[in-house]
């Protein structure tokens, strides 16, 4: 395949987006499954006709096509050597409302959140449920016919499509909808494309009724195959009604071809646009969170759970639960909710009219199980409820976080069983995991018979694939023994398909086969998945023929075992592409380019790790394109269930491609900021006239790069330490002693704010020492890749903190950045065991005091002032390792605070990102995306709140607005 000739051809027919490069096709080439396909090409259609042009080419050159969302699928429904066609970019509208009939029209990119949170303000919502509902889009749930938590309420997605618009293989757009019989006599005697069509699934349904009725499973979370069961006829008071499907929730039995495409994962048809049907939102909900010794106890106690009406019951296992205690952003929800080391737990929801009858539900429930768990919990408090759904809705990110090589892997996770069977049935399937020495993790939907079963793997090893094919079959023969069906949610793709022949007959496995050639004759639609597909143990992402290279690096990544296995915890779950809530990924959130995510920089480098891309790929410019835009803000590090860390693997990778590249100026003098801004202090009243010529804007952006847009800090007189040496101490020397780290800003361009941090932490009851050699952080070269000078710094640092940390003295910092520094990268840089004391002793500002206070070891007094309201924007990394929770309870112990944090991600500035002329329009999208209207809408006597210094002067650039640093805050409200 040349390459380049097709990117010709498609950029003369389609006017969205065409990528074609090498590691632009290495971004598609995974989803969120065990598989590995480099695409043809990547094309993000902007609209109609640029899907009609591109199914033309792909018809006239024989070229396969793969329909993307998300790339959430866990059974490589996403992958393949095709064009990929991404909807989630420019395709993505809410197009109608009818909140009367309860309906909408949307485009296939929209993503599920995005699409209820429209619908909020009409109490509406898609019922549909699905864990990565924050980037899994709408024409994703319609290919795999998703679900989710509540089913047993709502059903499937196929339940909630009243309406398909489609492209079919031959270009021809129509509109599939329920049709009466004569309507659809009408339809079939057609004699183009979609008269064939009708014609098919008709006869089809009516010669194999039988058929149907034998093999196709009796549960309510069957998605394997074709829809065929829907279009079965039954005879009802004279009228013809359609389906014979087990636990349909459609109130619709009319005959629709919408039924056939749900679930089809893309093989029949293009969706273009879909109607909707919508539902109420429950009026109140309620959860109790039952506790289990065992797992085998909280299997057991699932019937009598669903004995109660419940609207869900969730199940989550000791693996689980233990991997979330280890993760910083779900071990804090998972506190709120847990109370002690159990083996299992059950999370049991209630839908109700009233409170009264949601409380009515849990008390009902907490008599009936009483005598089955160790404890009970009942959760009414919506900062709980969130709590227990981010946990349960991060399970396979979570599992796959276990360790560099052995994962908790996807290939027998989605059989479903009627739910009586189901505590037996998961012995018999833990039994077999036991029988081939393989340990197995469980959570899942345990109220419709849904376990997602994990068996822990490194198929990185022959004998592993081979286990992994052997545990497969022998699941499969259970679940045809227990009357279940293999895939519950997740489909078919090339992981299940294999064994459709065998689980519903040749019989209906060759009607299967007509429906794929009727729809698709040319095979350009998703080729391999549902029929014909090659062995599920093919294609596979890692593998026995897996041998990435060896990389010397200054980081040691050692909780990872090296660079490789840092870049494989990316398990291509995708939270990364999330539009809004948190901090990751935020080049993402205003560019929605894959390559922009975390997941698409992790990719990439594994990419060329594994061979799959020539060395020289990753020193490239188009791998430098694909980089630049990570921000370092450590939102991953919080976030990324997995543990992913793209701002030490972009260091890295700085530090690599400098290496054949060399050290741009810029990048030396940011990473130079102390000695720039030492040297400006001193030369203060000059140096600051300097900087407010006027031409210096212009002139900084022509000669290294600096926006004309940001005005440089100007630098201060009097630096904090000769300030702090100067002054008479009032503190008695028999106070507890603290050191208070003069970070670069606060000593030579920010002074009054490290002085006012001494006025807090003195009122606080602590005698506050300097460090006698002041050292750079090293936190500017860190996020320069300038790694070689930092492990010097490094060891200068250790020296000059050491002795304080090893005689247990607290090291405060007040530039989150820069004191974080010497607990997250520090520890991996050096092989000192002073790293872990240092890091140990080393303190936000917030994370201090508000400990303290807490211990009652301080105690802080304010004065009373009038009602004030105080908007905190949190430093990324400090909200990706500490939390903000620290800073807001100190600012709520000021009289008449009403202290509130603003979601605003990261602040697009990031040190000195938003600095650099090309990245200025990025950083202030960013900006622009929560945290500038925020502050905009602040009256006029509000105070806005961060403790970074980049953050600052972004609030400043972006809105005119001053914003404080915390010290400054409480140091102006204390006592006198």
């Known amino acids: 395949m040349k390459y380049d000739d097709l990117a010709a051809e498609l950029r003369e027919c389609v006017t969205g987006d065409v990528q074609t490069d090498a590691i632009s096709r290495a971004l598609y080439a995974t989803d969120a499954s065990i598989y590995q396909i480099e695409p ?55 197009l109608e409302v009818n909140v009367a009939g309860q309906w909408a029209w949307v485009e296939p990119g929209i993503v599920l959140d995005h699409l209820n949170a429209e619908l909020a303000p009409h109490n509406l ?112 008071d004279d009228a013809t009604r359609y389906g014979i499907m087990f ?113 009515a539900s849990l008390t009902r429930l907490e008599q009936h199980l009483r005598t089955r768990c160790s404890a009970i919990t009942p959760i009414r408090d919506a900062r709980r409820k969130n709590a227990v759904l981010a946990v349960r809705k991060a399970g396979l990110p979570l599992l796959q976080s276990l360790s560099p090589d052995l994962k908790p892997e996807t290939f027998v996770e989605d059989s479903a069983v009627p739910p009586e069977k189901l505590n037996v049935y998961l012995r018999r399937f833990r039994n077999i995991c036991h029988a081939h020495g393989v340990q197995v993790a469980f959570y899942g939907h345990a109220s419709v018979g849904v376990i997602h079963a994990r068996p822990l793997l490194n198929l990185k090893h022959a004998d592993d694939v081979r286990k992994m094919r052997a545990i497969a079959e022998d699941i499969k023969d259970l679940v045809i023994e227990f009357g279940g069906a293999l895939s519950g949610e997740h489909g078919d793709g090339m992981l299940r398909a294999e064994f459709n022949r065998e689980l519903f007959g040749e019989t209906l496995y060759e009607a299967f086969r007509e429906i794929k050639h009727t729809f698709d004759p040319y ?61 990751m990924c935020p080049s993402y959130m205003v560019t929605r380019d894959e390559e922009h995510s975390t997941r698409g920089r992790a990719n990439a480098l594994r990419m060329v790790f594994s061979g799959a891309l020539p060395l020289d790929a990753l020193t490239s410019a188009r791998m430098k394109e694909v980089m630049d835009l990570c921000l370092e803000c450590k939102g991953c ?53 300097l900087l407010a010529l006027p031409f210096v804007p212009t002139l900084q952006e022509r000669l290294i790069g600096v926006s004309r847009q940001r005005r440089l800090p100007p630098f201060a007189a009097q630096p904090f330490h000769r300030w702090f040496a100067a002054r ?59 790694l070689k000078e930092v492990q010097a710094l490094a060891q200068r640092q250790l020296d000059a903190l050491g002795p304080y940390a090893a005689a247990g003295i ?11 520094s010497f607990r997250d990268e520090y520890p991996d840089l050096l092989d000192d065991p002073r790293t872990a004391t240092l890091a140990q002793m080393s303190f936000l500002f917030d994370e201090f005091l508000a400990r303290e206070v807490r211990a009652g070891r301080a105690t802080l007094r304010f004065r009373d002032q009038a009602p004030r309201r105080y908007l905190f ?49 990025i950083s202030q999208k960013i900006g622009e995306r929560a945290l500038f209207p925020a502050v905009r809408a602040l009256p006029a006597n509000a105070e806005v709140v961060a403790m970074g210094t980049s953050c600052r002067q972004q609030i400043a650039d972006g809105t005119g607005r001053r914003a404080r640093h915390l010290a400054e805050v409480l140091a102006d409200a204390l006592e006198e």
Not at 72 to 88: C, E, K, M, N
Not at 210 to 236: C, M, Q, S, T, W
Not at 648 to 670: A, D, M, N, T
Not at 813 to 820: F, K, R, V
Request: proline share 6%.
């Open 810 to 820: 607290p090291i405060i910092g007040l530039e989150p950045s820069c004191i974080l």
């Open 247 to 359: 636990g349909a929730r459609s109130p619709d039995r009319r005959f629709n071809m919408t039924n056939m495409i749900v679930g089809s994962e893309g093989t029949l048809a293009l969706v273009l646009a879909a109607r909707l049907r919508l539902v109420p939102r429950p009026k109140h909900t309620a959860i109790a969170i039952l506790e289990f010794d065992t797992l085998d106890a909280a299997l057991d106690a699932v019937v009598p759970c669903l004995e109660c009406s419940p609207a869900a019951v969730e199940l989550m296992d000791d693996i689980l639960l233990d991997l979330t205690r280890k993760s910083r952003e779900y071990a804090q929800y998972l506190a709120l909710f847990v109370q002690g080391r159990p083996g299992a737990l059950l999370q049991v929801e209630f839908f109700g009219e009233s409170e009264d009858e949601v409380h």
């Open 125 to 236: 919502k898609f019922a549909p449920d699905v864990s990565p509902s924050n980037r899994a889009t709408i024409g994703g749930m319609i290919a795999n016919n998703s679900s989710g938590m509540y089913s047993l309420v709502y059903g499937k997605t196929i339940d909630h499509v009243l309406e398909l618009k489609v492209m079919l293989s031959d270009g021809s757009i129509t509109t599939f909808r329920p049709l009466d019989e004569a309507e659809l006599r009408a339809c079939m005697a057609n004699p183009d494309l979609e008269g064939r069509i009708y014609r098919t699934v008709a006869r089809l349904a009516r010669e194999y009724a039988d058929e149907i009725a034998r093999h196709y499973p009796k549960v309510l979370r069957r998605v394997g195959g074709y829809n065929l069961d829907a279009f079965v006829p039954v005879n009802d």
């Open 873 to 921: 924007h949190g430093h990324c990394h400090q909200k990706a390792l500490i939390g903000s929770t620290h800073a807001l309870a100190l600012l709520r112990m000021i009289p008449g605070a009403d202290a509130r944090e603003v979601d605003s991600g990261c602040c697009g500035m990031a040190g000195s990102f938003g600095y650099e002329a090309e990245h200025y329009a």
């Open 637 to 689: 590090t919080g976030e990324c269930p997995s543990r992913v860390n793209m701002t030490r693997l972009k260091s890295e990778w700085l530090s690599i491609y400098y290496e054949q590249h060399g050290i741009p100026l810029r990048s030396r003098i940011f990473g130079a900021i102390r000695t720039i801004n030492e040297l400006g202090s001193r030369l203060a009243p000059l140096a600051n006239r």
């Open 523 to 583: 095979d350009i639609f998703n080729p391999g998945k549902i029929v014909d597909a090659p062995p599920m143990d093919r294609h596979l992402r890692y593998g026995e023929r897996y041998h990435p290279i060896r990389l010397h690096t200054r980081f040691r990544f050692s909780d990872t075992g090296g660079i490789v296995g840092a870049v494989e915890l990316c398990n291509g779950n995708g939270l990364c592409r999330k539009m809004s809530g948190g901090t």
């Open 728 to 786: 008479q101490s009032p503190v008695d020397a028999d106070r507890p002693s603290v050191v208070l780290f003069p970070d670069t800003f606060a000593d030579y361009n920010d002074p009054h704010i490290a002085q006012a941090a001494v006025r807090v932490l003195e009122a606080a009851g602590y005698r506050v020492l300097l460090p006698t050699r002041r050292v750079c952080c090293g936190r500017p070269q860190i996020s320069k890749g300038l």
């Open 40 to 94: 043809l090409g990547v094309v993000l259609p902007k609209d109609e006709a640029d899907v009609a042009a591109l199914v033309r080419l792909a018809r006239l050159r024989r070229l396969p096509m793969v329909p993307r969302g998300g790339g959430t699928s866990l059974a490589g429904q996403a992958v393949g050597r095709a064009i990929h066609v991404d909807f989630t970019k420019y395709m993505n509208r809410l």
